[in-house]
């Protein structure tokens, strides 16, 4: 699998190779551009010598909060995430062994059971969590059964809605377009 949500090679291959390092980037996928929040794991990953759900869980809290705020800082948050990392990094060790790979691989999952196991996460709620589904089920090649019904619209074929349809310059433009329409859409309807 080659990913292509940043634009920097660097970070796609680290959400690429390192699946604990794309749900860190879906985490982080919050009032920042998706490239920002996808970037952010390899900053960690940069900072840490290397990207490990058990030394971030264990990590000071207030260290970790420094680490995430030197410029360029993790997110627009820095604080804030930080600690959703540290929190999704500790689930990740102790319900999952630290091998995040077996929210989706435990127990042969349906693709319901893969999208409860997100939602129990920190910080992911029911949209991210049908989001990072479609990512996974689109560009990731984990398609329990099921998949795209428990994604809902993001695991629609050639949807342009989320990270999960990004897969290059042009995809990341008609899904910012998708989002913007999304939002005008919704501003008009309030009136």
């Known amino acids: 699998m080659t990913l292509w949500l940043t634009g920097d090679p660097s970070a796609d291959r680290l959400l690429s190779e390192d699946p604990f390092a794309l749900l860190v980037g879906m985490l982080l996928d919050q009032q920042v551009t998706m490239e920002s929040a996808f970037a952010g794991p390899s900053k960690i990953a940069d ?12 990590a000071d809290p207030d ?4 680490l995430c ?11 804030s995430m930080a600690g959703r990392i540290q929190a999704v990094a500790a689930e990740v060790v102790g319900t999952y062994g630290g091998d ?10 349906d693709g319901a059971t893969v ?9 992911f709620g029911d949209q991210k969590a049908r989001i990072f589904l479609a990512l996974l089920g689109k560009q990731a090649g984990v398609t329990p059964d099921g998949w795209r019904e428990a994604a809902g619209a993001y695991g629609d074929v050639d ?15 008609e899904v910012r377009a998708t989002k913007q329409a999304a ?8 009136g």
Do not use: C, N
């Open 47 to 58: 900072r840490m010598g290397g990207l490990d759900p058990g030394r971030i869980a264990a």
């Open 63 to 66: 260290e970790f909060v420094a």
């Open 69 to 79: 705020s030197t410029p360029p800082a993790v997110h627009r948050y820095p604080g």
């Open 100 to 109: 995040v790979t077996r929210l989706w691989t435990d127990g042969v999952p």
């Open 115 to 123: 999208l409860r196991r997100l939602k129990a996460l920190p910080g």
């Open 159 to 173: 949807a342009r809605r989320s990270i999960a349809d990004v897969t290059d310059p042009q995809s990341l433009a």
């Open 183 to 190: 939002k005008a859409a919704a501003k008009a309807a309030r």
